[in-house]
């Protein structure tokens, strides 16, 4: 029965094929005595592979029998490559994987070892070749003994001139594609290649008989180990070049368990130490200009953290230009309507420069200064500060940065300066100069910081006092100011329009028209509203004074209005809260109360939403597209005399009868902070900005609660 040579006559014998050819040779020269290496059947994965020996295929030469021998018979070179491999293969795959492979392949390499039966050697094949080719092969051979070189490790091949071979031979052309063969000398065990075949798939060839059929299957052999060490290589480069990682997939290495199929005789790096090489600060190669962009982006909290990672972050992060986008992003107001609506207080940006922030500011510390006064917003901690001065009921406030407004039942107009928390001036009439020791004290909260006596009937007190060219001779009951003018309406049925761009404030003309007192004003650069007892809304024109439209629907006194753009929004006595369009003087849409009349009414600056309170003790927050109730949450214990919604910083501040200032949510109307009984009597009006709250008092006192009182950097805030 014919017996088909084996597909491996390349495999390198174990080591009792080794000791058998040894005493072979021994006896065949001379009887010269040689001593025999010790049979040794079970090896560690270290001894399979060998870090250096020469490729056979390179130096143009044949394969020979590997005989141990040449490999050192002290072992100690393996014993060197084993260590270096062990290192290998624990930074790929851990000492239990390491301990795993060992134990399959030195089960392998027993059960092998004892089979009964050996596969054929490349010796058999030599021998079963033409005795021409043969005993030319064997001659190569006796002359070209050497180990193979081990393509991974990067050490140049031993380089040999070959041998004039008589080309014309088959059977050495057979044997020259044998040459080309990969083999890894073994101690024992299974040769490398069966012992990498229990690891990586390899190709599977069908049987060949006839001329040729042993040299073609070795071709074929040879070409799937070719392709095994060009897979090798590959993988050998990636994994030295750290584009293969701890988190390998199965397919880049066949078994991820064992390292088998990584051979690398260089140095091993960690996966770890390849991740710090590969680890690049982008700041220290970015340009600064996009540091600063890519940091702007982070909020307040993250680019803290950044300033701590490195020096160069540090650096980076906490540059002004990145505070500055942070800052404004979070701070700077949105104008959604044209004309812009008169801002209340300050906005808390700093210095303005042609209408945007100026530079070289210091943006942290003033969005640290920020943040505090929003932490003591909710809090409920604010400083109280008394303004004491009017001697009756004070009706209305306005304020900014620099000063406060207030208008009193005394039928005179205060100016208060809000860096000394002094009267600066006093306008009314000849016969409405205050008298001394007025107002009486009165109690004060345990948080005021501030409270000057007043001046009344003082030297000091009749040099602010100033009697203008015209003025109210009843009760001032609202107004309104902005850089221009400002515009008082009263219980005598008008309203006179003031300029104050000089030291003094000179009145320029009054307005005309109602038939009862002036409850509420309002204006932007084209308009001035008036509303009144009579039920009607009057539109004047700024420039000149005139009345342009008057506005009838209402059923009861209109007590408050408000202006975006070409809309206006109003609330009456009647228990209705309207929306008119200027431009056509029509009545868009009502608000309906659930009961009783309406005293306050608030615009939302997006002109989206319309705030109402009044007689029912409820603030309603209406959708102004809709006229549906989006909430009625806020609730106070009596009349709802005064509304502000500063949207900016999502507040909506309440003043009732039950003498308390509520601080609402303005989103969900949630309340958190009530301040009750910081005056001795109701709260006719109440306003606020970022860092304060100015209420006025039917007690005559003007109450600020302020939330940057000492806040460090809060003076930073402060516009031009």
């Known amino acids: 029965m014919y017996r088909r040579q084996s597909v491996l006559p390349h495999r390198p014998k174990t080591s009792s094929d080794i000791d058998d050819n040894n005493n072979k040779n021994n006896n065949n020269n001379n009887n010269t005595t040689a001593s025999p290496l010790p049979h040794t059947m079970k090896r560690t994965i270290s001894q399979t592979f060998a870090t250096h020996y020469h490729d056979a ?29 062990s290192r290998a293969f624990g930074a790929v795959a851990g000492s239990f994987a390491r301990q795993k492979t060992r134990r399959r392949l030195s089960s392998v390499s027993s059960a092998t070892s004892s089979a009964p039966c050996r596969r054929g050697s490349i010796q058999s094949f030599i021998e079963s070749l033409p005795s021409s080719s043969t005993a030319y092969t064997k001659s190569a051979m006796d002359q070209h003994r050497m180990p193979l070189q081990h393509q991974d490790s990067g050490i140049p091949s031993f380089q040999q001139q070959p041998h004039n071979t008589p080309l014309g031979s088959k059977a050495f052309n057979s044997f020259k594609r044998l040459s080309s063969m990969r083999r890894r000398p073994a101690a024992s065990g299974p040769s490398a290649d069966t012992a990498h075949s229990l690891f990586t798939p390899s190709i599977t060839y069908p049987s060949q008989t006839g001329p040729g059929a042993a040299a073609r299957q070795a071709a074929a052999a040879a070409n799937q180990e070719r392709q095994n060490q060009l897979r090798e290589q590959e993988h050998t480069h990636r994994f030295l070049n750290g584009l293969i990682t701890t988190h390998m997939r199965d397919d880049d290495i066949k078994d991820n368990e064992s390292g088998v199929d990584m051979t690398c005789s260089s140095p091993i790096v960690s996966a770890d130490s390849v991740t710090e090489k590969k680890m690049i600060d982008p700041f220290q190669r970015l340009p600064a200009e996009l540091a600063t962009t890519v940091l702007s982006n982070l909020d307040a909290a993250s680019l803290v953290r950044a300033e701590r990672v490195s020096h160069d972050w540090n650096e980076h992060a906490s540059s002004p230009h990145v505070w500055r986008n942070v800052f404004l992003r979070k701070y700077e107001p949105e104008v959604h309507v044209s004309p812009t609506p008169i801002q209340m207080g300050g906005i808390g940006v700093g210095k303005m420069a042609g209408g945007n922030p100026a530079p070289a500011q210091d943006w942290k510390k003033m969005f640290e200064a920020r943040s505090t006064i929003d932490r003591r917003w909710k809090a409920g901690t604010p400083a109280a500060v ?15 940065e620099n000063k406060a407004i207030t208008g009193s039942r005394d039928r005179t107009i205060r100016v208060w300066d809000l860096k000394t928390y002094k009267c600066l001036k006093v306008y009314g009439g000849p016969n409405h100069r205050p008298t001394a020791n007025t107002p009486p004290s009165m109690e004060e909260r345990p948080e005021r910081v501030i409270s000057y006596a007043s001046l009344n009937g003082t030297p000091a007190g009749n040099d602010i006092y100033h009697v203008p060219a015209d003025y109210h001779d009843a009760s001032i009951l609202c107004l309104q100011y902005d850089s221009e003018i400002m515009v008082t309406g009263s219980s005598d049925y008008t309203c006179i329009v003031w300029d104050i761009t000089g030291d003094e404030y000179v009145p320029m003309h009054r307005l005309r028209g109602h038939e009862a007192g002036v409850l509420d004003v309002c204006l932007d650069d084209k308009y001035i509203i008036s509303c009144s007892k009579d039920a009607m809304i009057k539109v004047w024109d700024r420039k000149t004074g005139i009345c342009i439209r008057t506005l009838k629907g209402h059923r009861g006194p209109v007590n408050a209005v408000q202006l975006r753009g070409n809309f206006l929004v109003s609330a009456s006595g009647d228990g209705v809260a309207k929306l008119w369009n200027l431009e056509t003087g029509a009545s868009i849409k009502d608000f309906p109360s659930e009961d009783r009349g309406l005293a306050a009414v608030e615009f939302s600056d997006d002109a989206k939403y319309v705030l109402a309170g009044g007689n029912d003790h409820v603030v309603y927050k209406f959708d102004a597209s809709t006229g549906e109730l989006v909430h009625s949450r806020v609730k106070h214990e009596g009349l709802v005399r005064s509304l502000f919604l500063d949207a900016f910083n999502g507040r909506i501040v309440s003043g009732s009868y039950d003498q308390s200032i509520q601080v609402s949510d303005y989103e969900t109307g949630q309340m958190y902070a009530v301040y009750k009984n910081w005056t001795t009597s109701w709260i006719l009006s109440a306003k606020s900005d970022y860092r304060r709250v100015v209420a006025t008092s039917q007690d005559g006192r003007t109450l600020i609660l302020d939330f940057g009182h000492d806040v460090d950097g809060s003076e930073l805030l402060l516009g031009s």
């Open 57 to 85: 295929k390179d130096a143009g030469m044949p394969l020979d029998a590997v005989s141990e021998a040449a490999l050192g018979g002290d072992g100690a070179s393996q014993h060197s490559q084993a260590s270096s491999f």
């Open 386 to 400: 008394y303004l004491n001065g009017h001697t009756d009921s004070v009706y209305c406030c306005q304020f900014d």
